[in-house]
């Protein structure tokens, strides 16, 4: 039989779906997938369940409901002082997985170039080359995450289509320096290409930092598509309602590969969206301040404990080294170890790398209630207690 495509044939499960399987299997605390283990605000929530039983619920507009599409484009004027026209420049999707689909099918023609930050969040590398592109891999390499001018510099030619980049970044929790993100706009502007600007986690940053848009840097209006997830604002992962934003000449070939794509997106769930967008900047500033408390939680209780706690400065997800515990060499075998033997599941950073990635790294999500949290840490503590008792 003749084969199947190559990029996608053969290509293993997620480690996200991987680590949840494993996860329910042994009863673990679920600290792999990022996701909150409690179901997103009531009001925002009641307004979908309004929205379904009054309708409409046959196909809204192609681009997205209007309401939301205002929402969006008012958010940009809220937050980054930008102005968005709603009409023509913010598309709806089904979550910021299909807008990153549209985005990478859309911009990029086969053997064109696209730079990519390693660790990689998990669709980005099959999307690129299942579109034909060429990966260009540069590191950030942890405790600091620095990004390198020189690896950057050269990774752009004039075959550079695009650059993807994750800000605030999954797994690295880094939010990118205004510094860094100059660099990249210039040499963005030089090579004359695009970001492909993955924002998901645009209003979960800590530390009284502030989450600077690829899309408000000098130059880069008519360069950048950003791209937003209700699932990460709401914490509504399961909804799948994301939006992008971009000049009307960009955004119209990412309408294209919506329309052959899914086409729409709920339309109850977008009017709950837009009704959630519209809240004050108490209901973001809460976001940010309850999810930096979970992570001081646990980063409070993991220390003591033997890694070494790398800084975190954004999303849902904390970092941990093991190597000092010399548990494992290898960061897949160690989470599946832990999943079986303590009892609570993460994510191996090794999953975030295409060749040579470290070893030594586990991601822990933060996103779940306290009593969670501390059960998963105490359950650390019981196991490693008892891996020391037995080599004893
Ligand atoms: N990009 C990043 C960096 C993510 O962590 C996620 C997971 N939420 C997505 C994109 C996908 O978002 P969605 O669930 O809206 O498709
Ligand atoms: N974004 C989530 C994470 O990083 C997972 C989303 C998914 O499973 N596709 O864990």
New binding site residues.
């Given amino acids: 039989m003749k084969p199947t495509n190559t990029v996608y044939t053969g290509l293993p499960t997620t480690i996200f779906e991987e680590m949840s399987r494993l996860a329910i299997a042994h009863k673990a605390v679920n600290l792999g997938q990022?996701f909150p283990d409690v179901d997103g605000p009531d009001d925002i929530r009641r307004e979908a369940a309004e929205a379904l039983m009054t309708g409409p619920n046959q196909y809204p507009p192609m681009m997205g409901v209007m309401a939301l599409r205002e929402a969006v484009a008012a958010n940009w004027k809220r937050f980054h002082g930008l102005d968005v026209d709603p009409a023509r420049e913010v598309l709806v999707t089904s979550?910021?997985?299909?807008a990153?689909s549209d985005a990478i099918n859309a911009l990029v023609e086969p053997g064109d170039e696209v730079i990519l930050i390693e660790p990689l969040?998990d669709c980005y590398l099959p999307l690129v080359k299942r579109a034909g592109g060429v990966a260009k891999r540069v590191r950030i390499t942890p405790p600091d995450w620095a990004l390198d001018e020189t690896a950057l510099r050269a990774a752009f030619s004039p075959r550079t289509k695009a650059l993807l980049l994750?800000n605030p970044h999954?797994p690295a929790a880094k939010v990118f320096t205004h510094d860094e993100l100059k660099l990249i706009a210039d040499l963005v502007v030089r090579h004359d290409s695009y970001v492909i600007a993955?924002e998901?986690?645009e209003h979960i940053v800590f530390d009284g930092l502030q989450h600077t848009s690829m899309l408000s840097l000098e130059g880069m209006r008519e360069r950048v598509v950003a791209i937003g997830?209700a699932?990460?604002s709401f914490s509504l992962?399961g909804w799948?309602v994301?939006y992008v934003t971009a000049a009307p000449k960009l955004i119209d070939p990412i309408v294209k590969a919506h329309q052959f794509t899914t086409f729409t997106t709920p339309p109850n769930l977008q009017i709950a969206v837009a009704y959630g967008l519209a809240k004050d900047d108490a209901y973001f500033k809460a976001l940010a301040a309850e999810l930096q408390e979970k992570r001081d939680r646990l980063a409070r209780q993991c220390a003591p404990l033997g890694p070494r706690v790398i800084p975190c400065r954004g999303t849902y997800f904390l970092t941990l080294d093991m190597s000092p515990l010399e548990l494992e060499s290898d960061d897949a075998a160690l989470a599946k170890r832990m999943t079986v033997e303590a009892g609570v599941t993460a994510v191996p950073v090794s999953a975030f790398y295409a060749s040579d990635a470290p070893r030594s790294f586990l991601r822990l999500c933060f996103s779940k209630r306290d009593n969670v949290l501390d059960e998963a840490a105490e359950r650390i503590s019981t196991w490693l207690q008892s891996v020391r008792e037995t080599a004893a």
């Fill in positions: 990022g979550g910021a997985t299909e990153l969040y994750n999954n993955d998901v986690y997830s699932g990460k992962t799948k994301g």
